[in-house]
């Protein structure tokens, strides 16, 4: 059987991967201070005759940090575990899957495919472009009609045939213009 997670976009994946590293040296923290606060506030209690006992907070604590010890071993084990990268075909999606797989490789996170989504084909054609259109005329109705929505000023802007890049020196983002649709 296979258990799959579809992580939200890579910069949120990122802080995900770091997430069991973060728990357990947070949890060694509270450990360590627990246990000095404990063995202070059992000597308060001998004064004064009490008999009291923090062993049972802080070995919950241990179980817990044993847990994300465990998940943080599942994640680099190669046997049960693979991070498959899912991307689109543009600049930005291959940037971003390029630093996703270098991290992976520095956390030791098994990643041996990648699957690339929303692939135009030359078979893609006018079907594909008029079911589209319907698709997304419905959408903008929707939009339009949303009685949460009507009262926001709607900007339309179309879909450009240049992917958009940053240049250098803050320039233009794409080489061509267009003017954006208000409604």
Avoid: W
Avoid at 133 to 147: F, R
């Amino acid at each position: 059987s296979r258990i799959v997670f579809d992580t939200a976009p890579t910069g949120h994946t990122l802080r995900l991967l770091t997430l069991p590293d973060f728990v357990d040296a947070s949890l060694t923290k509270v450990i360590r201070l627990r246990k000095k606060l404990s063995g202070a506030a059992d000597a308060v209690r001998g004064l004064f005759g009490v008999a009291g006992n923090q062993d049972e907070v802080v070995a919950k604590l241990e179980k817990m940090q044993e847990r994300i010890r465990g998940v943080k071993a599942l994640f680099r084990d190669e046997s049960q575990t693979e991070f498959i990268i899912a991307t689109i075909p543009t600049q930005l999606g291959i940037n971003e899957s390029r630093r996703l797989l270098g991290t992976l490789r520095e956390e030791g996170i098994p990643c041996r495919r990648l699957i690339v989504n929303q692939v135009i084909t030359p078979s893609t054609g006018p079907a594909f472009l008029k079911l589209r259109l319907k698709d997304q005329a419905a959408a903008l109705q929707l939009l339009d009609s949303d009685p949460a929505l009507t009262g926001l000023n709607h900007v339309r802007a179309p879909l450009v045939d240049v992917e958009v890049r940053h240049r250098k020196g803050g320039g233009e983002h794409s080489s061509r213009h267009s003017t954006a649709q208000h409604s």
